[in-house]
């Protein structure tokens, strides 16, 4: 199914892991935790010993393996999830503990995702959601994709994350008017673009323990990028956590222009472009809370005097909220 396969399986050698990675270490640990006092992960409370003892021998036809998905929850007690995918079948291979997450963290009772659809972007029926310019300092949607045919972090190597730069480059050197603009790669970067990509906030680093863990920083910062258009409103990461991250954003409060951008982009690069997704899933991602639109929207807000009050941790989650 992915074109990819025969010649990644020969790149696919893994050095030899500390002893932790080892499925039955990992397990160990993961299962002599206590719940919820010593670990209260998706990934704790989802894989009992019978799940463990019918998924431990499996593996996809990429050779991701159960340790591949389970390393970073294991290492890491305080994860809220725990759980990664190895590679787009690891939804398949290992389906009874990725859904069982899914469920829990999508609050589902079943997994049946629609098929992709943008709507018609010339009838939304939103537009700027703060017109006096009172609340809103800045509006940000964005989406993950994931290349068809290549591992996720867990599994990928540098080859194949070299690969997937260059296809990306060379699709968004096709982007036109507005979404038009520049890869910058990390590796060889010189200081004035790094500064000014910090400066930008639109930088990545490698410097989160739970992703390091599952190998989303193996070869840094080689195959990593970031492209953005010179008005900076348009944005793709590539190879942060997941594949690709395409982002659109803007100041104030005009959520029908930035949902627009952002799918005039995404339209732009499936053209030359293929992402992998599964039926009822969506389209697949690293981590599966993102799955299915993988479309998160967000914005700042001006709430100086909440911001201040002792219970605001408090309010946020009654709301679902995540304050950053």
Known sequence: MYKNYCNQLEQQKQPQQEKMSDLAELWKKLSGAKYPDECKSLLKQCLTQELFDQLK??????????????????KNLDSGVGLYACDPEAYTTFKP??????????????????????????????????????MIVSTRVRVGRSHDGYSFPPCS???ARIDMLKKTEEACATLPGELAGKMYRLEGMSKT???????????????????????????WPIGRGIFHNPKKTFLVWVNEEDHLRFISMQMGGNLGEVYKRLVNGIQELEKKLTFAKKDGYGYLTFCPTNLGTTCRASVHIKIPKLSKLPEFKEFCEKLNLQPR
């Open 57 to 74: 021998d499996k593996k996809t036809s990429l050779n991701g393996t159960l340790a591949d998905c389970i390393r970073s929850g294991a």
């Open 97 to 134: 503990l990725f859904d069982a997450v899914i469920k829990m963290y999508h609050k589902v009772d079943t997994i049946n995702h629609p098929k992709p659809d943008f709507g018609d972007i010339s009838k939304l029926d939103f537009g700027d959601i703060d017109p006096s310019g009172e």
């Open 157 to 159: 190597n540098k080859e």
């Open 193 to 219: 673009d790094e500064q000014q990509l910090i400066d930008d906030h639109f930088l990545f680093k490698n410097d989160d323990r739970m992703l390091g863990d599952a190998g989303g920083y193996a070869d």
